[in-house]
């Protein structure tokens, strides 16, 4: 049917002509309540939007000589914020003199890592960026 013929039945009904392929030969449209079909994808998009999960990144702060108390209460905070399905950065900052000492920094990491091995997995392994190692542990996927 021609679009002067589309269009005066859909004004003869009070819908609108909507163009859904206006690339194909010849153009497809379909007659129908613009403005209530806009409102049912809006309400759509927002009841999406409601289901999801937004993951934030928490951060937990090493010192390079930390006690085994000291590390054993950031692994439990690390492991809550786990449990509730949010990334962790783990940092260490050196400071002063402490810089010689990257290898111990890293033996650190290390062992937090492997504190966190039953609920976490490394995303990005630790890494010396100027005076501060970091090292991402996210949620394992629980497939």
């Known amino acids: 049917m021609s ?6 039945l859909a004004e003869s009904k009070n819908l609108d002509l909507v163009k859904i392929a206006p690339a194909a030969k010849p153009p497809v449209c379909k007659i129908m309540d613009y403005g209530k079909f806009r ?3 809006a309400k759509k998009e927002k009841e999406a939007k409601k289901n999801q ?9 090493l010192s390079l ?7 054993e209460t950031k692994i439990n905070h690390a ?8 990334k962790v950065k783990v940092s260490i900052r050196f400071r002063g003199r ?3 000492h990257s290898d111990l920094g890293l033996s650190t990491m290390q062992r937090c890592a492997e504190a966190m091995a039953d609920c976490a ?7 010396l960026e100027g005076r501060q190692m970091l090292m991402f542990l996210a949620p394992k996927s629980s497939k």
């Open 3 to 8: 679009a002067s013929e589309a269009l005066k």
């Open 39 to 41: 409102f049912e994808k």
């Open 53 to 61: 999960k937004i993951i934030e990144i928490k951060e937990i702060r």
């Open 65 to 71: 000589n930390i006690d085994t108390h000291d590390f």
């Open 79 to 86: 492991r809550k914020f786990i449990a509730s399905g949010n």
């Open 98 to 100: 402490e810089m010689a």
């Open 121 to 127: 997995s490394v995303e990005k392994p630790a890494k």
